[in-house]
C-alpha cells in the first residue's frame, strides 16, 4: 500500500480507476442498490458525528476517552462478548 494511502482502504488503485470502477459496476446494480450507493456517497460528503456535537458534548467524549485512556472501564474483549450474549438472547426469545 502506498503510504499516502488511506490505511483503511486497502486498494491500490488511483482515484481515476476507482471512478471508473464504480461507474462500471453501477451499471449492474438494480434501482434499489443504486439509491443506496447516492445515499452513501451523501453521507460520506456531510457532516461528521462528531462535527455535529455540542461544545459540552465533545469535551465529555474526551473526558471519557481520557478516563479510558487512563485504565478505567472494561475491556473491550469483555463488553463485546457480553453485548454478543445479550444478542443471543434477545434472537432466542423472538
Known amino acids: 500500500m502506498r ?3 488511506d ?3 486497502v486498494s491500490d488503485m488511483t482515484r481515476a480507476e476507482t471512478i471508473a470502477q464504480i461507474a462500471a459496476n453501477a451499471e449492474r446494480l438494480d434501482d434499489a442498490q443504486l439509491a443506496g450507493i447516492a ?3 451523501e453521507a460520506l460528503l456531510g457532516p461528521t458525528v462528531f462535527s455535529t456535537l455540542s461544545h459540552d ?3 465529555a467524549l474526551d473526558a471519557a476517552l481520557d478516563r479510558l485512556d487512563g485504565g478505567e ?3 473491550g474483549e469483555q463488553v463485546f462478548a457480553r453485548l454478543d450474549g ?6 432466542s426469545r423472538a
Request: positive net charge; hydrophobic residues 45%.
Open 86 to 91: 445479550r444478542i443471543a438472547a434477545a434472537k
Open 73 to 75: 472501564g472494561l475491556p
Open 57 to 59: 458534548d465533545r469535551a
Open 7 to 9: 490505511p483503511c482502504y
Open 39 to 41: 445515499a452513501l456517497t
Open 3 to 5: 503510504a499516502d494511502r
